[in-house]
């Protein structure tokens, strides 16, 4: 019988290998695009020439020191354009064909700060091009029990966008984060369904929201809930609704408010 039992091994090594490379050649197209500012490290070798090879962050002026050049400037240029820049000017006056490798050592000069009912509020340094569905998904996505359902975007001139968790998902309509970016994912208002439902707890509040919709929301009552007798709790006050009348459409529907709490006990029958 054939050896069957090694062949998926087999695959599946075939798969992450070839997902190792994508992942490789992707990380190494962002730092080809990366632009370099202040505070970025950059690693330097000029090949056969070892004296030529250091480490060194970004000043703030956007330049760095480098042997019989004295300084080069770095700032708003991408690795291939520092690396063509230094490899010309050894070219011209000292070297016969250098070869210069330049690489990206430390990501500091484009901060974007994530706020709000996220998973994982902080600053962070962009690396390279990136979408906002991809930064949400680097640090956690937004809190699902927290979330207004909302990002509000300000960029540093000041422009504001809003949009839509749901949006994002679509790539359609996703946008790119810039350097400086504030993230801020606002966190929604909720009301509570407690009680004799299928699912008790929070529900997202939307205007108009009401009664016989968060009874739904919370999954319907049980065969034991009291409809004729259920109460919200409001800023310390109860409201008693028949919510019985309601759902047979003798009684209008009552709106909820941000913070309520809706009570559905047993009923003693």
Same mark, same amino acid.
């Given at each position: 019988?054939?050896?069957?039992?090694?062949?998926?091994?087999?695959?599946?090594?075939?798969?992450?290998?070839?997902?190792?490379?994508?992942?490789?050649?992707?990380?190494?197209?962002?730092?080809?695009?990366?632009?370099?500012?202040?505070?970025?490290?950059?690693?330097?070798?000029?090949?056969?020439?070892?004296? #030529? =090879?250091?480490?060194?962050? /970004?000043?703030? &002026?956007? %330049?760095?020191?480098?042997?019989? @050049?004295?300084?080069? $400037?770095?700032?708003?240029?991408?690795?291939?354009?520092?690396?063509?820049?230094?490899?010309?000017?050894?070219?011209?006056?000292?070297?016969?064909?250098?070869?210069?490798?330049?690489?990206?050592?430390?990501?500091?000069?484009?901060?974007?700060?994530?706020?709000?009912?996220?998973?994982?509020?902080?600053?962070?340094?962009?690396?390279?091009?990136?979408?906002?569905?991809?930064? #949400? =998904?680097?640090?956690?996505? /937004?809190?699902? &029990?927290? %979330?207004?359902?909302?990002?509000? @975007?300000?960029?540093? $001139?000041?422009?504001?966008?809003?949009?839509?968790?749901?949006?994002?998902?679509?790539?359609?309509?996703?946008?790119?984060?810039?350097?400086?970016?504030?993230?801020?994912?606002?966190?929604?208002?909720?009301?509570?369904?407690?009680?004799?439902?299928?699912?008790?707890?929070?529900?997202?509040?939307?205007?108009?929201?009401?009664?016989?919709?968060?009874?739904?929301?919370?999954?319907?009552?049980?065969?034991?809930?009291?409809?004729?007798?259920?109460?919200?709790?409001?800023?310390?006050?109860?409201?008693?609704?028949?919510?019985?009348?309601?759902?047979?459409?003798?009684?209008?529907?009552?709106?909820?408010?941000?913070?309520?709490?809706?009570?559905?006990?047993?009923?003693?029958?």
């Amino acid at each position: 019988l054939p050896n069957t039992l090694s062949e998926p091994p087999e695959i599946s090594l075939n798969l992450l290998i070839s997902a190792l490379f994508m992942c490789l050649a992707a990380t190494s197209a962002a730092a080809q695009e990366y632009v370099l500012g202040p505070e970025d490290g950059i690693g330097i070798e000029v090949y056969g020439h070892p004296d #030529l =090879t250091l480490n060194a962050l /970004v000043s703030a &002026e956007g %330049t760095i020191p480098f042997p019989f @050049l004295e300084t080069v $400037d770095v700032a708003n240029l991408t690795v291939p354009q520092i690396s063509e820049n230094i490899r010309a000017r050894l070219e011209a006056d000292f070297l016969v064909n250098p070869h210069v490798t330049v690489k990206i050592t430390r990501y500091h000069s484009q901060p974007v700060q994530l706020t709000g009912a996220v998973k994982q509020a902080g600053v962070y340094f962009l690396t390279g091009p990136t979408t906002l569905r991809e930064f #949400l =998904t680097s640090h956690g996505w /937004v809190d699902p &029990e927290k %979330t207004s359902g909302e990002i509000i @975007l300000r960029r540093a $001139d000041g422009e504001t966008i809003r949009i839509m968790v749901a949006e994002i998902e679509d790539k359609f309509h996703d946008l790119v984060v810039m350097p400086h970016d504030d993230i801020h994912a606002p966190e929604g208002q909720f009301v509570y369904v407690d009680g004799e439902v299928s699912k008790p707890g929070a529900i997202r509040y939307l205007d108009g929201l009401t009664v016989s919709q968060s009874l739904t929301h919370a999954g319907g009552a049980s065969q034991l809930a009291k409809l004729r007798k259920v109460f919200i709790l409001r800023d310390g006050k109860t409201i008693q609704v028949n919510l019985k009348r309601v759902l047979d459409g003798r009684d209008a529907d009552v709106e909820m408010r941000p913070g309520d709490q809706l009570i559905i006990k047993e009923s003693p029958l």
